[in-house]
Nanobody, 114 residues
């Protein structure tokens, strides 16, 4: 069984930065698709960033501010968030597509104060 555990969320001021981490219990392969999603109050869950085999895709709202990366040795995926805005406030979820099954973390709260 694969488990994902997010960490790094918290309260920051607008313009600040946070780095989210997602540790996986099993091996992360380069071809596996991993991503970060978020859900704000009253909003549907949306894709923030996704990566697979070195390629990355970002939501337009975070392009130029967020960076997704992976450390295969540590089975960990990161989301570096810079220039945070109040609209980035949400619960952030880590996602892994492995062996045809979607795995999700428990979520970590990110709150950006203006």
């Amino acid at each position: 069984q694969v488990q994902l555990v997010e960490s790094g969320g918290g309260l920051v001021q607008a313009g600040g930065s946070l780095r989210l981490s997602c540790a996986a219990s099993g091996s992360i392969f380069r071809f596996n698709v991993m991503g970060w999603y978020r859900q704000a109050p009253g909003k549907q869950r949306e894709l923030v960033a996704v990566t697979s085999s070195g390629s990355t895709t970002y939501a337009d709202s975070v392009k130029g501010r967020f960076t997704i990366s992976r450390d295969y040795a540590k089975n960990t995926v990161y989301l570096q968030m810079n220039s945070l805005k109040s609209e980035d406030t949400a619960v952030y979820y880590c996602n892994l597509d492995r062996s045809g099954y979607d795995y999700w973390g428990q979520g970590t709260q990110v709150t950006v104060s203006s």
